[in-house]
């Protein structure tokens, strides 16, 4: 089973500050499979970004992902305040489909 | 519009049973795989099972396998899962959620055991 590590746990950044979320899968994935979901308190997870690099519909271009192999990367470029949320990154290119454990992205 | 509705959450005893459903619209439900997921209050997303597009494989996580039992009927354009043997770790929000790239989820509905 693939596992997935997210790194930092907790980020904490001010608005218009740059955010750099990491994903590391435990071997080689394709990035054809690899996801990013945000999620707010009390909501679903809406996906955000799939394989690795296609941004989800309703999501604005300074949300982007990046990476290959082992190592994948979710950057928001400038944050705004409804940014501030838990980050999945999630592998779903076989079963079972795994979850990294989340970033919450906070107000400093 | 792709849509998936899940229902029949609700509060029950430790050792007592539910039956979730989740209904498809919006796509040709009989052609993709199916997930259940969850997520306990406060925690991370949890995989829970998978099925096949005929049913033919299905694959559950340890935590639940030999209690929970996901079902399809695609003529009904409907997903299920009867859950057994309740216990107050399954306390979540279940999520339905299509296999396809990209995935598609529902809202959730939530699952609360609880003596």
């Known amino acids: 089973e693939i596992v997935l590590t997210q790194s930092p746990g907790t980020l904490s950044l001010s608005p218009g500050e740059r955010a750099t979320l990491s994903c590391r899968a435990s071997q080689s994935v394709s990035s054809s499979y690899l996801a990013w979901y945000q999620q707010k308190p009390g909501q679903a997870p809406r996906l955000l970004i799939y394989?690795?690099?296609s941004r989800a519909t309703g999501f604005p271009d300074r949300f982007s992902g990046s990476g290959s192999g082992t190592d994948f990367t979710l950057t928001i470029s400038r944050l705004e305040p409804e940014d501030f949320a838990v980050y999945y990154c999630?592998?779903?290119?076989?079963?079972?489909?795994?979850f990294g454990q989340g970033t919450k992205v906070e107000i400093k | 519009e792709v849509q998936l509705v899940e229902s029949g959450g609700g509060f029950v005893q430790p050792g007592g049973s539910l039956r979730l459903s989740c209904a498809a619209s919006g796509f040709t439900f009989s052609s993709y795989s199916m997930n259940w997921v969850r997520q306990a209050p406060g925690k991370g997303l949890e995989w829970v099972s998978y099925i096949s597009s005929g049913s033919s494989t299905i694959y559950y996580a340890d935590s639940v396998k030999g209690r929970f039992t996901i079902s399809r009927d695609n003529a009904k354009n409907s997903l299920y899962l009867q859950m057994d043997s309740l216990r107050a770790e399954d306390t979540a929000v279940y999520y339905c959620?299509?296999?396809?790239?990209?995935?598609?989820w529902g809202q959730g509905t939530l699952v609360t055991v609880s003596s």
């Open positions: 959620a299509r296999d396809s790239n990209p995935n598609y």
């Open positions: 999630q592998y779903y290119g076989r079963s079972p489909w795994t």
């Open positions: 394989a690795a690099s």
